[in-house]
């Protein structure tokens, strides 16, 4: 056998990187058993007159938020893998195996066009909404040019601009229409891209450990995949709302120095079961260490620093929370001993995640906003805002323009000459995004954001203040829930008839090649090994498909072992030595076993191309499989045969049983083809008419 080393490298190689791929899997889900003993022990106390469904949830509670607050944590033995990277390299098991949600989102592009036109209510502009509405449920083609296509048929040509052109607009009145419509669907990838941000961002308050969320940016169409999920109608709402852009004064840590000081002592005192108003000194020491500034040391308080002028400067963020104690910082600011210490109006909210300067930890900046009472409001709410958009600043350096409404700039111009030489927090669906410093009041609407932005955070930026202006809503069209028990069952089952396939082929390829049999199945296990591996280190997803897929791997395994079994049963009959019929049995095999893989590879390549969901997955794993099929059923199982070779030992080829079985056989297929014929054709048409 040629390359024979080059086989040994691959075949060494695969084998190890599956089983490092899968060993995370092993580890995660050996982590989080502990961790659920453990829920388990500690929500016992509790659970004495609870139904067993709310003991569950209870548990479920404690479960996610021990792993929460351990995510950093070296879970992996020796290599000290952390469990939130142990969890990203994990084998992706789809929502028909462990249950969840799957939605397809349509974002919406008719608020869009309507909010750019002169005027929403237009009556050529809406029947062109309607006449594009109607052929977008039987058309691939995008929203935009549906739209433009029937408004130019109804109204004419060069019609476009004299509807969506104005002042400080991008669209001149001079435009042809294929500007217009270029220009629109410029401003419509941005807003469905705002969409699909906000969606990530959202999706990821949901705490799904790996969230499967593809945009087709052409047709507009979000589909989201929550394993896990066990409230769908929470989904529902939260995918669903619209983006809520707002501008907030927030606290400094100069305003709220002495109350986060109160917080803190009062939340030691409940940690350490000190009662309100009780001086007792703690007589145990240990537990005194361990609840000492429980709440300062969670938020990391940023002190003042000076500025050029030797005067304080704060920063708009009071203080940094590491990721891994988000858990326990929002256990804590619901704790009505920290609530009662601190302003009615103030409330917690993140920022962008950022990364530490040394290590690998990860912190969320924590800002303090001043809400009005008895109002969900802001004192500017994204709809305020007419217009944004990626500039540059008088140092040639990245900055936002933005431009408010009428109503919007009298409310602007207030808010600012209130905050001059303070931040103003710009928050989307609860996050701040920039805080940046009013420099003195602004009249008129026109503003300008400067600082360290790069030209892509900006454009980010941008974007994110027109998403108040923008209306691109993204709605659920389809989907699909399945229950964490009917989960179970599929892997319950699929797992079953997975095994029993094996079982079958890997007894009766002993029964039927004798010895041969160890090198067909040491392929087969070889295979199986690979594909999960692969599938791991690709991060692909297996599915019900997707074991389908592997059992249907398993018979083209075999099949490819059997072909060149018989094969070297035939060179032997004929008479040749034992070395020169594995030989030529190996080398005749060759044109039907790669014809027979080429023709299942090409089918599998076009329902990848063409399938979706369970299709797909079936084809990924049986494409992965075939090629591997290939590799172990040819070169690996010749690999084995020649250790057995070169060590004079012939492996053999049947038993006394496969030997008689089908030695007088005579079959005549080729005298029953016209019956073949006519069941072939049977078969057929029940398959049309059905």
């Known amino acids: 056998m040629k390359l024979k080393g080059l086989v040994w490298f691959f075949t060494i190689a695969l084998a190890l990187i599956s089983l490092w791929e899968l060993s995370y899997t092993w580890v995660i889900r050996s982590h989080e058993k502990k961790v659920r003993a453990q829920a388990e022990r500690l929500v016992k106390p509790l659970t004495t007159n609870l139904s067993p469904e709310a003991k569950e949830a209870l548990i479920e509670a404690k479960t996610q938020r021990i792993l929460d607050s351990t995510k ?15 969890k990203e390299n994990e084998l992706n098991l789809g929502l028909d195996l462990q249950g969840g949600m799957s939605v397809t989102m349509d974002v919406s592009l008719e608020g869009l066009l309507k909010s750019l036109s002169n005027n929403p209510k237009d009556q050529a502009l809406q029947k062109a909404l309607a006449s594009a509405r109607a052929e977008k449920q039987k058309s691939e083609t995008d929203f935009i040019t549906l739209f433009a296509d029937n408004y130019i048929k109804q109204n004419g040509t060069g019609k476009l601009s004299g ?65 896990g999920i066990k409230d769908p109608e929470r989904v ?43 001086t007792t000194a703690l007589k145990d020491s240990a537990l005194a260490a361990k609840n000492a500034n429980p709440f300062l040391s969670i938020i990391n308080p940023i002190q003042p620093q000076a500025d050029a002028n030797g005067r304080p400067y704060y920063s708009p963020n009071i203080g940094a929370v590491a990721l891994k104690d988000t858990g326990l910082f929002y256990s804590y600011i619901n704790n009505d001993v920290v609530k009662n210490a601190l302003p009615s109006n ?14 690998n930890a990860r912190f969320l900046p924590l800002y303090i906003l001043k809400t009005i009472p008895g109002s969900e409001k802001a004192p500017l709410e994204g709809d305020g805002v007419d217009e944004a958009r990626q500039d540059y600043d008088q140092y040639g350096k990245p900055a936002i323009k933005m431009q408010m409404t009428g109503t919007g700039s009298k409310t602007w111009a207030r808010l600012t000459t209130k905050n001059v030489g303070r931040p103003i927090a710009i928050v989307l669906d609860d996050i701040v995004y920039s805080a940046p410093n009013v420099n003195g009041p602004i009249e008129g609407g026109s503003s300008e954001i400067s600082g360290n932005f790069t030209v892509e955070e900006a454009q980010d930026l941008a974007n994110i203040l027109k998403s108040g202006k923008l209306d691109a809503p993204a709605k ?10 009917l989960g179970k069952d599929a892997v319950r089952g699929d ?39 692969i599938l791991t280190a690709m991060g692909l997803t297996l599915t019900a498909a997707g074991i389908a897929g592997l059992v249907l791997t398993i018979g083209l395994a075999v099949d490819t072992n059997v072909i060149i079994f018989e094969r070297i049963k035939d060179e032997l009959r004929a008479g040749k030595t034992y070395q020169q019929a594995v030989s ?31 299709v797909l997955g079936f084809a990924t794993t049986q494409i992965i499989g075939i090629l591997l099929s290939l590799f172990c059923g040819i070169l690996v199982s010749r690999l084995v045969t020649d250790i057995f070779t070169n060590k004079n030992r012939h492996l053999k080829y049947s038993t006394k049983l496969s030997e008689n079985i089908f030695k007088n056989a005579n079959f005549k297929f080729l005298e029953k083809r ?15 008419a059905s």
């Not at 607009?169 to 042809?176: A, F, Q, T, V």
């Not at 103030?346 to 290590?359: M, T």
């Not at 016209?674 to 049309?688: D, E, H, Q």
Request: hydrophobic fraction near 45%.
């Open 72 to 86: 950093d944590e070296s879970i992996f033995p020796i290599v000290g893998t952390s469990y939130q990277k142990c």
């Open 584 to 614: 030529d049995g190996y080398n005749r095999s060759l044109p039907p076993v790669i014809d027979a893989h080429v023709t299942s590879l090409l089918t599998a390549i076009i329902l990848v191309y063409f399938g979706l969901g369970p």
């Open 495 to 533: 797992a079953m008839s997975f095994l029993i396939s094996f079982a079958v082929i890997f007894i009766l390829m002993l029964i039927y090649y004798n010895t041969a049999g160890w090198v067909a199945n040491t392929a087969l296990i070889l295979n199986l090994l690979f594909t999960v591996g």
């Open 674 to 688: 016209k019956i073949a014929y006519v069941l072939s054709t049977i078969v057929c048409l029940l398959g049309v």
């Open 236 to 278: 529902r709402k939260v995918l669903q709302s619209s983006a809520n852009l707002q501008f907030w004064e927030v606290y400094r840590l100069d305003e709220l120095d002495q109350a986060l000081v109160n917080a803190d002592k009062s939340l030691q005192n409940y940690l350490n079961g000190i009662s309100a108003g009780d």
């Open 346 to 359: 103030a409330k917690f909210v993140f920022g962008l995640e950022e990364k530490a300067a040394k290590g």
């Open 163 to 227: 509807l969506f052109a104005g002042p400080g607009k991008d669209i001149k009145i001079s435009d042809n229409d294929n500007a217009v419509i270029n220009k629109i669907k410029t401003v419509a990838k941005g807003a469905i891209n705002q969409t699909y941000k906000i969606l990530v961002k959202r999706i990821d308050k949901f705490g799904v450990a790996q969230p499967n969320i593809n945009l087709d940016e052409n047709k507009g169409v979000i589909n989201v995949e929550l394993a």
């Open 476 to 485: 659920i069209v389809a989907e699909q829930v399945v229950g964490p028990t």
